[in-house]
């Protein structure tokens, strides 16, 4: 079962951030980057990948327990693309005020999870959400979306938990289910 935990973007963030999509999309005029969906907005706080069948129990367990801490708000702004170097594949818009306790978050989950013997990406965390997916790019495209970053913040939200998603892949995009919520507390 492939797996991921997220913080849900508020309403009002996402439609934000979609017309900041529109925004920037209108700007590049191309058919380059596939953006992401409004309703399909979250930030991606922990990736599983697959997770055998038998291990699902207790992933959400874990990963359903509350956690002691208070909700805070973040601020979505500013324009990035990974990977860092050579034709970019992610348009993103990165988390300002608000990212200590998202991190605080993200290990507090991945530790959980680790603790259970599920194996975990090694990449760094940085926390960020997806805007849209080059179909094809060169790395002068990079540039070419960057210049179009946003003045300043682009949406603010207030993260009050989590959600353990199970993902598949078809054509339309990724269908989410979710498993398990839990809210700080």
Not at 89 to 95: D, F, M, Y
Request: net charge positive.
């Amino acid at each position: 079962m492939r797996l991921f935990v997220a913080a849900d973007v508020p309403e009002a963030a996402r439609a934000a951030v979609a017309a900041e999509q529109k925004r920037i999309a209108s700007a590049l005029s191309d058919n380059a980057l596939k953006w992401v969906k409004p309703e399909h907005s979250h930030l991606t706080l922990v990736f599983l990948g697959d997770v055998e069948d038998g291990r699902v129990a207790s992933v959400v367990d874990a990963v359903g327990r509350n956690i002691d801490a208070p909700p805070f708000d973040v601020v979505f702004e500013g324009l990035g693309a990974f990977p860092p170097r050579g034709a970019p594949r992610v348009l993103w818009t990165g988390v300002g005020a608000g990212a200590a306790p998202l991190i605080d978050l993200q290990r507090e989950i991945a530790r959980r999870i680790a603790a259970l013997g599920v194996a975990l990406e090694d990449r760094p965390f940085h926390p960020h959400l997806t805007l849209a997916r080059w179909r094809e790019s060169r790395p002068r495209d990079r540039e070419r979306a960057l210049v179009h970053a946003p003045p300043g913040p682009i949406a603010r939200a207030r993260i009050a938990g989590a959600t353990l998603y199970q993902s598949r892949c078809f054509r339309m995009g990724p269908p989410t289910t979710r498993l398990a919520w839990y809210v700080f507390g």
